[in-house]
Every structure is written in structure tokens, then in C-alpha cells.
């Protein structure tokens, strides 16, 4: 007979699983059927979601109650769909797979169930029974003979405490005293965190305050007796409000070993005698195997930590790790934790083969009832508080791929049948883990080559040291670390010098610097790989120490200076520390260090990925160094073959501006020079050898200084320029042509410049007069390096005041844009426009005229030389 219904249709979307479940839940609760609301909750779950994610239509829930309990059905519009056939040799659906596994679990959880179809629909239904028990029982456990019945003291005492909304004691019973000593006077009004002490379990942030929020808390803690021992106790708090709606907890306390008292019993059938559910419809499922069959992540660290959260709840932990054994088994890497320090633990790692004897060996399943008896037995959980832990291995075909454990704050919580439970279920999860790590591992080395890639251009791209730096600490930090420093060295017989330093909070790199100065540097060795290095992460140790003394005032330690790095610097470097060293061309040129801040490691892969890296940085940084050694060279020797400063010519303004092309690693080949001859006599030069580098500079260097040489000696410009040509022949192989244009300047008394030219294959000077009238103030001759004989003349050219003489190389005049050339007409008209400016003016605008011409940047060294003859002042 049907005593109730309710019924709702939820659309094809994801989040109608969800809001199915909520209905069926408060239609359950409202009904008064708690006792089978989860089972109804999980068999609707999984009926509507084939309804609405795997067939895509819409579903009809219905519930019905009756006498014997509750019919819930699912309804779809996929009528075509089949029911999977159970034979002899096939299952209905498996936990592994998707198909059948919402039927599978009607067949274990349900009493009875069933599939029909129409034309237009096909329902799924089951039926949950109420068992029948006595009118007001809540839940009931079997029959026990008396040996298995738990040990209590002969008098239970149970404490009951009320605590009021800010946590302090306001009752406090006559157990309560007899248990911990407290009577109520001495504790009425103190906060219940004054007597607590409660576990620390890191990775969780509850603590007794925030337990005492909770609507409902159970579990283990201690309370601290009037002698000052802790008196471990099981509790249980349940949040309530009296009848003007003040809310407070009240608390139930046993002795932790008389937990039964307390303890909510595991979820089970109740009725006589918790027999098997349902007919004959398949054996109960244990939670963890559940899990294993349920969709799992698609990430490896999702899957792992789902892993360890369902271990440790299948043996009712209070820990679980997993580990990940490297390639070579000889390391296992902690990839996942609950109820650990993750921050410190994650990607630690420890042996494989930590010590002789079965329970050393990561390769077999191990028990320790008691890790106080054997130190150090666990490497992992020293100082985590942990006494009891069970571990066993993960294989695939043989060969060790991880380790799970499940550890407890209690000493002997687990037996060799925990073990057999937890080896089961790690052998159905290994063959999944270890696909989901090749996956990984095959995801990271593509992401490895493309960021090498990417690296590897970014280094091409630069030949300047310190962008080198730059850019090798920028593409480590955070990609590979947190922080970054850079060590370079000059020579074999030089101390590494911090060259670079970077952390991913630009607000801690001053302090990482500060610190870092204080260290020694690492040794420069050239072993390949990475070194763990322990210094920064002991030099922030100390200065954390310091800091706490300075604070409660007690002054510091002897051999510890101050004052040091601040605290957030120590924790930001107080994790692992690694270098790699910088090897080219067979030798140290420095170092790149890598760290992690406080209790944090390095991933194997990061690690080898930072290895190929310092490869590739070590010979951009050996030809960033190389290039600037040439540059330095090219510089200097370029800075050789100008003159040092231009003499002051009387009655005469001279301005030279000089460019050179390129980014400064080659000497280039043109050249000016002005220098006195004897007195009231001046000689100028302007030249242009043909290339540039070392040949290039010694025709230079020989034009410059043999003109002036020549010059002194009284010859003349026709004759200092024969001279000069003979000299270049006899170079033979290492000559180089050359155009030069050269002259004498003598100033006059009526204010005017007398000059003598000689233009020997050299763009031609270019004379503005006053008037703004532009022509060539000298004839074309054969230029130098090329013939023997030559036949010079000189012209003599007469400056009047406020005339400009314009003398260029042809880095000038042939300065292009596309197939458009500045030319000698280009110059000439830009110099038209300079009637009145003063010779440094001139040479201003003629240069900004060259580069305004054209886009680019000039391809050719630049000289502009310009001399004008001042006006007289006005009265």
C-alpha cells in the first residue's frame, strides 16, 4: 500500500545529478527514513546520471512509500537503450568501467529491483526495506559473545561539559571531576582550550575552537588533570541552543580506551543479526574498491590524492602518503599526503633500500606497531606525531613503481590484516597510477623540449652579459624555482662573484642578496648535475634564531652576527638548495643556483630539466663574455685611431660628429683628424678605408699617423698624399684603398680662412656661403691603395666670413631608403638650409637630416667635419 509519494523530472544538465540527490535526501529525511537515506542517495545518483549525461534526456524520479520501506524510480527517454544481460560468464556492469556499474549496485545495496520498458520510456527501480526492530530503535548491532564485547573500567565515567558561545566552561559534572581532578568552581568560566591539548595533525586547520563551531565533532584529544598530565579522552560534541536561541556546546567525555561508549557505529543493516542485504544480488562492496571503479581524475595529483584520502579512511587513519619511485628504483618521491606537512613533504625524497631486513625495504609490505621503538624507521613521519603505520608496495609487472602508507597517531592500530586490505587495494590502483605517470612524464617532456626550445632562442637572441644573466635567472624563476642566483667566474684562479639575483616576490631579492653576500659562494665544480647545497638554507636558520632571541630579548648566541636577513627572507630560502655549474669549453664560468623556500624540494624532472638549461646558458654566457671582450677590444682601438680632442683653430669654429655602425664589435674604417701643422697653419683629414676590422684599422692608424708625420716635415697635400699612397702599396696583401680627403687651414688677419685641398677619390667638400649658395669647393681625383704613379694637385679655397666648408664620408651621401639615395644633391640641399648656424649646428642638422632619411638604422660609419669662418661682431 502507498502511504506517500513525491516526484520531479530534472533536465538533461550536469547539475540535475546533483539536485536529484538533494530531493530524494529531504524526501527521505522528511519521511522519518534515515536509516536509508545514503543507500537511496547513491543508487538515485547513479540511476540519473546514465538518465541525463550518458543516454542525454531528461528523468523522472518518483518515490513511493509503503509499508515495508521505500520504491524509488528513475524514468529516462531512451528506450533503445539495452539492459546488460547477466550470464554465467559476464557481470552486469563492473566497478572498473562506466556501463552497469547503477545496476551492479541496485544488485548489492538494494532488497529488490528492476527494469521495465514501454515504447517511450525505460524506468530503473529499487526497493529499500525498513528491517524490523523495536518501536523506538535507532540503529542496533548483533548479538556479541561476551569476550568480544569492548574493556571498560569496572565504573564508566562519562564527563559532561557545556561550553558557551566563546568557549568557556559554564558546567561541568561530577565524572568530569572524578576523570581530570578540575571540581566545577576552578573550572567554570575558563576557556575549554586552557585544559585542552589538542593533537597536532598537520595539513588539517581544525583545532578545539574551531571544533566546538562545528553543529556535531568526534573524536580524540587530551585534558590536562590538576597534576598537570595530559588524560587522552574520546569525545563527543553536539551544538545546541536553549529557549531564548544561545547557542552552546555540550561535550561527552570518556576515557579514550572506553571510546565504545561513544563512538558512532559504523553505518550497517540493522535487525537481527546484520545478515546479508537483499536476496541473493551479489556481496557488499568494500568503500575503497568503490572508489577504484569510480571515474578518476584526469591528472595525476588528482588521482594520487584522492588515493591517500580513501586510504586513509579505509583503515581509519589519521595519515596517508603515496611515493613515486624514480626510474632507476632506487628513490621513491612523495607525490601526495593527508594528515602530513604537504608543504614540506611534497617531492621529498628518501631510499628505496632505507635499511637491512623486511621492514627496510619499500619492495614488501611492512607493519610498525610502534615507530617510538625503532627511530627513524620511517623517515617521512618523524616529527609528524604518528606512532603506528602500515606500508605497502605498488608494482606493475614485477617492477616497483610507488609505496602507500597509512599512518596513526596511536601505537598499535594496525595488523597484518590491515596490511593484506591496503596491499589489495594498492595492487588494483598500481596499473592505473603508473599509466597516469607515463602520461605525466610524457606531458612534462614535451613541455620540457618546447621551453628549451623557447630558452634556447631567448639566449641566441642576446650577446650582452648581463642581459645573458637576466635572462637565465627570468626563465628559471618560478617556472623551475623560487629563487634564483647567478655565480659567474672570470679566470681558474678568481672567486666566484654573485653576478644575479632574482626571487619570484621582487620585494624579497634585496634580502636574498644581503644573505647570499654573507655566504661563501659554492666551489666551482664541473661534475654535471645538480648539488644539493646547504648553505643559504644554514644561514637562514641562524638568522631566524637570531631574530627569535632579539624578540624574547636574550640577547645572541656567541659567533652569530647581526644584524642578518629578516624572517620572510630565512623562510623564503629555507627550503632546498641546488647548483648547477655553468661548463664551456671545458671550463667553470660559473655557477646557477636554484632554491625553494623553507621545507619545499625538487621534482627529479625539474631538476634534469634545470641541468639541460645551465648547458645552454653556460655557452650563451661563454659568448656573451667573448663578444664583450671583442667589443671592449674593438672600442679601445677604434678610440685609438681618432684623434684624443680637436684644437682651438683662431678665428675659426670646427665640429666633428662621429657614428659608427653596427653594435661596436668591429673597428670601423672611417676617420678624421685636425691637428697644427706649424704656427697659423692647421692640416685636416677625412677618410674612409675600404672593410673594416683589423686590416681596416692598420691602414688607418698607418693614413693618420704618417700624415701628420709627413705634414710636419713642410711637404705639401700632393706630396704627403703620393707618400702616403707609396706607403699603403708597400703593405702588399694587407693594403686596403683608401679615400681621404685632405687640406691645410690657415686663418687671416681680415677675418677670412685660406685652405688647400687635395680630394682624392673622397665624397666632395660642399662650401655654403652666405647667401645660402651650396657648390663643391674641390676637384675629384684617383684615390689612394690603387696605382702607383698618381699626379695630385691641390686647390686653394677661400673661406669668408660666415661661410661653412661641409666635409663627409660616404656613410653620408649614400645613406638609402628602399631605391632612393641621399646623394651629393640630398646633402647639398640639406646644407642650403644652414645659412646662419655655427659649425656644431651644422653638423646637428646634417645628422639629423641622414637619419630622418630612412627608417632604419644607418648600415655605415658616419665623420662630418664642418669649419666656418665666424661673422665679425656687429657694433
Same mark, same amino acid.
Given at each position: 500500500?502507498?502511504?506517500?509519494?513525491?516526484?520531479?523530472?530534472?533536465?538533461?544538465?550536469?547539475?540535475?545529478?546533483?539536485?536529484?540527490?538533494?530531493?530524494?535526501?529531504? @524526501?527521505?529525511?522528511?519521511?522519518?527514513?534515515?536509516?536509508?537515506?545514503?543507500?537511496? =542517495?547513491?543508487?538515485?545518483?547513479?540511476? =540519473?546520471?546514465?538518465?541525463?549525461?550518458?543516454?542525454?534526456?531528461?528523468?523522472?524520479?518518483?518515490? &513511493?512509500?509503503?509499508?515495508?520501506?521505500?520504491?524509488?524510480?528513475?524514468?529516462?527517454?531512451?528506450?533503445?537503450?539495452?539492459?546488460?544481460?547477466?550470464?554465467?560468464?559476464?557481470?552486469?556492469?563492473?566497478?572498473?568501467?562506466?556501463?552497469?556499474?547503477?545496476?551492479?549496485?541496485?544488485?548489492?545495496?538494494?532488497? =529488490?529491483?528492476?527494469?521495465?520498458? #514501454?515504447?517511450?520510456?525505460?524506468?530503473?527501480?529499487?526497493?529499500?526495506?525498513?528491517?524490523?526492530?523495536?518501536?523506538?530503535?535507532?540503529?542496533?548491532?548483533?548479538?556479541?559473545?561476551?569476550?568480544?564485547?569492548?574493556?571498560?573500567?569496572?565504573?564508566?565515567?562519562?564527563?559532561?561539559?557545556?561550553?558557551?558561545?566563546?568557549?568557556?566552561?559554564?558546567?561541568?559534572?561530577?565524572?568530569?571531576?572524578?576523570?581530570?581532578?578540575?571540581?566545577?568552581?576552578?573550572?567554570? *568560566?575558563?576557556?575549554?582550550? /586552557?585544559?585542552?591539548?589538542?593533537?597536532?595533525?598537520?595539513?588539517?586547520?581544525?583545532?578545539?575552537?574551531?571544533?566546538?563551531?562545528?553543529?556535531?565533532?568526534?573524536?580524540?584529544?587530551?585534558?590536562?588533570?590538576?597534576?598537570?598530565?595530559?588524560?587522552?579522552?574520546?569525545?563527543?560534541?553536539?551544538?545546541?541552543?536553549?529557549?531564548?536561541?544561545?547557542?552552546? @556546546?555540550?561535550?561527552?567525555?570518556?576515557?579514550?580506551?572506553?571510546?565504545?561508549?561513544?563512538?558512532?557505529?559504523?553505518?550497517?543493516?540493522?535487525?537481527?543479526?546484520?545478515?546479508?542485504?537483499?536476496?541473493?544480488?551479489? #556481496?557488499?562492496?568494500?568503500?575503497?574498491?568503490?572508489?577504484?571503479?569510480?571515474?578518476?581524475?584526469?591528472? $595525476?595529483? *588528482?588521482?594520487?590524492?584522492?588515493?591517500?584520502?580513501?586510504?586513509?579512511?579505509?583503515?581509519?587513519?589519521?595519515?596517508?602518503?603515496? &611515493?613515486?619511485?624514480?626510474?632507476?628504483?632506487?628513490?621513491?618521491?612523495?607525490?601526495?599526503? #593527508?594528515?602530513? !606537512?604537504?608543504?614540506?613533504?611534497?617531492?621529498?625524497?628518501?631510499?628505496?633500500?632505507?635499511?637491512?631486513?623486511?621492514?627496510?625495504?619499500?619492495?614488501?609490505?611492512?607493519?610498525?606497531? /610502534?615507530?617510538?621503538?625503532?627511530?627513524?624507521?620511517?623517515?617521512?613521519?618523524?616529527?609528524?606525531?604518528?606512532?603506528?603505520?602500515?606500508?605497502?608496495?605498488?608494482?606493475?609487472?614485477?617492477?616497483?613503481?610507488?609505496?602507500?602508507?597509512?599512518?596513526?597517531?596511536?601505537?598499535?592500530?594496525?595488523?597484518?590484516?590491515?596490511?593484506?586490505?591496503?596491499?589489495?587495494?594498492?595492487?588494483?590502483?598500481?596499473?592505473?597510477?603508473?599509466?597516469?605517470?607515463?602520461?605525466?612524464?610524457?606531458?612534462?617532456?614535451?613541455?620540457?623540449?618546447?621551453?628549451?626550445?623557447?630558452?634556447?632562442?631567448?639566449?641566441?637572441?642576446?650577446?650582452?652579459?648581463?642581459? @645573458?644573466?637576466?635572462?637565465?635567472?627570468?626563465?628559471?624563476?618560478?617556472?623551475?624555482?623560487?629563487?634564483?642566483?647567478?655565480?659567474?667566474?672570470?679566470?681558474?684562479?678568481?672567486?666566484?662573484?654573485?653576478?644575479?639575483?632574482?626571487?619570484?616576490?621582487?620585494?624579497?631579492?634585496?634580502?636574498?642578496?644581503?644573505?647570499?653576500?654573507?655566504?661563501?659562494?659554492?666551489?666551482?665544480?664541473?661534475?654535471?648535475?645538480?648539488?644539493?647545497?646547504?648553505?643559504?638554507?644554514?644561514?637562514?636558520?641562524?638568522?631566524?634564531?637570531?631574530?627569535?632571541?632579539?624578540?624574547?630579548?636574550?640577547?645572541?648566541?656567541?659567533?652569530?652576527?647581526? !644584524?642578518?636577513?629578516?624572517?620572510?627572507?630565512?623562510?623564503?630560502?629555507?627550503?632546498?638548495?641546488?647548483?648547477?655549474?655553468?661548463?664551456?669549453?671545458?671550463?667553470?664560468?660559473?655557477?646557477?643556483?636554484?632554491?625553494?623556500?623553507?621545507?619545499?624540494?625538487?621534482?627529479?624532472?625539474?631538476?634534469? $630539466?634545470?641541468?639541460?638549461?645551465?648547458?645552454?646558458?653556460?655557452?650563451?654566457?661563454?659568448?656573451?663574455?667573448?663578444?664583450?671582450?671583442?667589443?671592449?677590444?674593438?672600442?679601445?682601438?677604434?678610440?685609438?685611431?681618432?684623434?684624443?680632442?680637436?684644437?682651438?683653430?683662431?678665428?675659426?669654429?670646427?665640429?666633428?660628429?662621429?657614428?659608427?655602425?653596427?653594435?661596436?664589435?668591429?673597428?670601423?674604417?672611417?676617420?678624421?683628424?685636425?691637428?697644427?701643422?706649424?704656427?697659423?697653419?692647421? *692640416?685636416?683629414?677625412?677618410?674612409? =678605408?675600404?672593410?673594416?676590422?683589423?686590416?681596416?684599422?692598420?691602414?688607418?692608424?698607418?693614413?693618420?699617423?704618417?700624415?701628420?708625420?709627413?705634414?710636419?716635415?713642410?711637404?705639401?697635400?700632393?706630396?704627403?698624399?703620393?707618400?702616403?699612397?707609396?706607403?699603403?702599396?708597400?703593405?702588399?696583401?694587407?693594403?686596403?684603398? $683608401?679615400?681621404?680627403?685632405?687640406?691645410?687651414?690657415?686663418?687671416?688677419?681680415?677675418?677670412?680662412?685660406?685652405?688647400?685641398?687635395?680630394?682624392?677619390?673622397?665624397?666632395?667638400?660642399?662650401?655654403?656661403?652666405?647667401?645660402?649658395?651650396?657648390?663643391?669647393?674641390?676637384?675629384?681625383?684617383?684615390?689612394?691603395?690603387?696605382?702607383?704613379?698618381?699626379?695630385?694637385?691641390?686647390?686653394?679655397?677661400?673661406?669668408?666670413?660666415?661661410?661653412?666648408?661641409?666635409?663627409?664620408?660616404?656613410?653620408?651621401?649614400?645613406?638609402?631608403?628602399?631605391?632612393?639615395?641621399?646623394?651629393?644633391?640630398?646633402?647639398?640641399?640639406?646644407?642650403?638650409?644652414?645659412? *646662419?648656424?655655427?659649425?656644431?649646428?651644422?653638423?646637428?642638422?646634417?645628422?639629423?637630416?641622414?637619419?630622418?632619411?630612412?627608417?632604419?638604422? !644607418?648600415?655605415?660609419?658616419?665623420?662630418?667635419?664642418?669649419?666656418?669662418?665666424?661673422?665679425?661682431?656687429?657694433?
Amino acid at each position: 500500500m502507498i502511504t506517500a509519494r513525491a516526484a520531479a523530472t530534472f533536465e538533461p544538465v550536469g547539475r540535475s545529478v546533483a539536485t536529484a540527490r538533494a530531493f530524494v535526501r529531504d @524526501t527521505l529525511q522528511g519521511w522519518g527514513f534515515a536509516d536509508i537515506v545514503d543507500d537511496a =542517495v547513491v543508487l538515485t545518483s547513479e540511476l =540519473v546520471t546514465n538518465a541525463v549525461v550518458h543516454a542525454g534526456t531528461a528523468a523522472d524520479v518518483l518515490c &513511493l512509500r509503503n509499508e515495508a520501506g521505500v520504491r524509488v524510480e528513475v524514468a529516462d527517454r531512451y528506450p533503445e537503450r539495452e539492459l546488460p544481460l547477466q550470464t554465467a560468464g559476464r557481470r552486469v556492469g563492473s566497478l572498473d568501467r562506466e556501463g552497469g556499474r547503477g545496476l551492479m549496485l541496485c544488485g548489492a545495496l538494494a532488497s =529488490v529491483w528492476g527494469v521495465e520498458y #514501454t515504447t517511450t520510456h525505460k524506468r530503473v527501480w529499487f526497493q529499500l526495506d525498513l528491517h524490523e526492530r523495536p518501536a523506538g530503535t535507532r540503529c542496533a548491532g548483533p548479538a556479541l559473545p561476551t569476550d568480544a564485547l569492548p574493556v571498560t573500567d569496572a565504573r564508566v565515567r562519562v564527563a559532561v561539559v557545556q561550553i558557551d558561545r566563546a568557549g568557556a566552561i559554564i558546567s561541568w559534572n561530577e565524572d568530569a571531576q572524578d576523570l581530570f581532578g578540575h571540581a566545577p568552581d576552578q573550572v567554570t *568560566g575558563k576557556p575549554l582550550t /586552557d585544559l585542552a591539548a589538542w593533537p597536532h595533525t598537520p595539513g588539517t586547520g581544525t583545532g578545539v575552537a574551531e571544533a566546538l563551531q562545528l553543529s556535531r565533532w568526534e573524536g580524540s584529544y587530551g585534558i590536562r588533570g590538576t597534576d598537570g598530565r595530559v588524560i587522552p579522552v574520546y569525545a563527543s560534541h553536539l551544538r545546541v541552543r536553549d529557549s531564548e536561541g544561545e547557542p552552546s @556546546t555540550v561535550c561527552l567525555l570518556v576515557r579514550d580506551h572506553e571510546r565504545a561508549v561513544l563512538q558512532s557505529p559504523s553505518r550497517a543493516p540493522v535487525g537481527d543479526g546484520g545478515g546479508q542485504r537483499g536476496e541473493s544480488h551479489g #556481496t557488499a562492496t568494500d568503500p575503497f574498491e568503490v572508489f577504484i571503479g569510480s571515474p578518476a581524475p584526469d591528472d $595525476l595529483d *588528482g588521482l594520487l590524492q584522492r588515493t591517500v584520502e580513501r586510504a586513509r579512511d579505509m583503515l581509519d587513519g589519521d595519515a596517508a602518503y603515496l &611515493l613515486l619511485a624514480t626510474d632507476d628504483e632506487t628513490e621513491l618521491e612523495v607525490r601526495a599526503s #593527508t594528515g602530513l !606537512p604537504s608543504a614540506r613533504q611534497r617531492f621529498a625524497r628518501v631510499p628505496v633500500e632505507a635499511g637491512t631486513g623486511r621492514y627496510g625495504s619499500a619492495r614488501m609490505p611492512a607493519v610498525h606497531e /610502534d615507530l617510538t621503538v625503532v627511530p627513524g624507521a620511517v623517515p617521512l613521519l618523524t616529527g609528524t606525531g604518528m606512532r603506528s603505520v602500515v606500508t605497502v608496495p605498488l608494482k606493475v609487472e614485477g617492477r616497483l613503481t610507488g609505496s602507500l602508507g597509512v599512518a596513526a597517531e596511536a601505537p598499535g592500530r594496525y595488523t597484518n590484516e590491515e596490511a593484506l586490505r591496503l596491499q589489495f587495494a594498492a595492487d588494483r590502483i598500481a596499473l592505473a597510477v603508473e599509466r597516469a605517470r607515463l602520461t605525466e612524464l610524457e606531458r612534462l617532456r614535451r613541455g620540457s623540449l618546447s621551453f628549451l626550445v623557447e630558452a634556447s632562442d631567448l639566449l641566441a637572441g642576446t650577446l650582452d652579459r648581463d642581459q @645573458t644573466l637576466a635572462l637565465m635567472a627570468q626563465m628559471t624563476v618560478p617556472t623551475l624555482a623560487t629563487w634564483c642566483a647567478v655565480y659567474t667566474v672570470a679566470d681558474q684562479s678568481s672567486e666566484p662573484e654573485l653576478s644575479y639575483v632574482l626571487h619570484e616576490d621582487e620585494d624579497r631579492i634585496d634580502g636574498l642578496k644581503t644573505l647570499l653576500a654573507k655566504v661563501p659562494p659554492p666551489d666551482p665544480v664541473p661534475t654535471p648535475g645538480a648539488r644539493v647545497w646547504t648553505a643559504p638554507s644554514d644561514a637562514a636558520h641562524s638568522a631566524a634564531l637570531r631574530s627569535s632571541l632579539r624578540t624574547v630579548g636574550l640577547g645572541e648566541p656567541s659567533g652569530l652576527s647581526a !644584524p642578518g636577513p629578516s624572517l620572510a627572507t630565512a623562510a623564503a630560502v629555507g627550503g632546498e638548495t641546488v647548483v648547477l655549474p655553468l661548463v664551456a669549453r671545458n671550463r667553470v664560468i660559473g655557477m646557477l643556483t636554484l632554491g625553494k623556500p623553507t621545507d619545499e624540494h625538487f621534482r627529479q624532472e625539474i631538476l634534469e $630539466l634545470a641541468e639541460d638549461l645551465s648547458r645552454r646558458a653556460a655557452l650563451a654566457l661563454d659568448n656573451a663574455r667573448l663578444y664583450s671582450e671583442r667589443t671592449a677590444i674593438s672600442q679601445s682601438l677604434q678610440r685609438s685611431l681618432l684623434p684624443p680632442e680637436l684644437p682651438e683653430v683662431p678665428g675659426v669654429e670646427v665640429d666633428v660628429i662621429y657614428r659608427a655602425a653596427g653594435e661596436g664589435n668591429e673597428v670601423g674604417g672611417d676617420f678624421y683628424d685636425l691637428f697644427p701643422i706649424r704656427d697659423g697653419a692647421y *692640416g685636416f683629414a677625412i677618410g674612409d =678605408v675600404c672593410g673594416t676590422g683589423p686590416e681596416a684599422a692598420a691602414v688607418t692608424g698607418l693614413a693618420r699617423h704618417a700624415l701628420r708625420l709627413l705634414a710636419r716635415e713642410g711637404f705639401g697635400g700632393p706630396a704627403v698624399l703620393e707618400r702616403l699612397n707609396a706607403a699603403i702599396l708597400d703593405e702588399g696583401a694587407r693594403s686596403r684603398f $683608401l679615400t681621404l680627403l685632405y687640406g691645410e687651414l690657415w686663418p687671416q688677419e681680415d677675418g677670412s680662412a685660406l685652405l688647400k685641398v687635395v680630394c682624392a677619390g673622397h665624397p666632395l667638400p660642399l662650401r655654403l656661403r652666405q647667401d645660402g649658395t651650396v657648390e663643391a669647393a674641390a676637384e675629384p681625383q684617383p684615390l689612394l691603395g690603387v696605382m702607383e704613379d698618381l699626379d695630385l694637385y691641390e686647390q686653394t679655397v677661400t673661406l669668408a666670413p660666415g661661410d661653412v666648408l661641409l666635409c663627409v664620408t660616404d656613410g653620408v651621401t649614400e645613406r638609402r631608403e628602399g631605391s632612393r639615395m641621399l646623394g651629393d644633391d640630398g646633402l647639398a640641399d640639406v646644407l642650403a638650409n644652414c645659412t *646662419g648656424l655655427t659649425a656644431g649646428a651644422v653638423a646637428a642638422r646634417v645628422l639629423r637630416a641622414v637619419e630622418r632619411f630612412a627608417a632604419d638604422p !644607418p648600415s655605415d660609419d658616419m665623420a662630418i667635419l664642418t669649419m666656418r669662418v665666424p661673422e665679425p661682431p656687429t657694433d
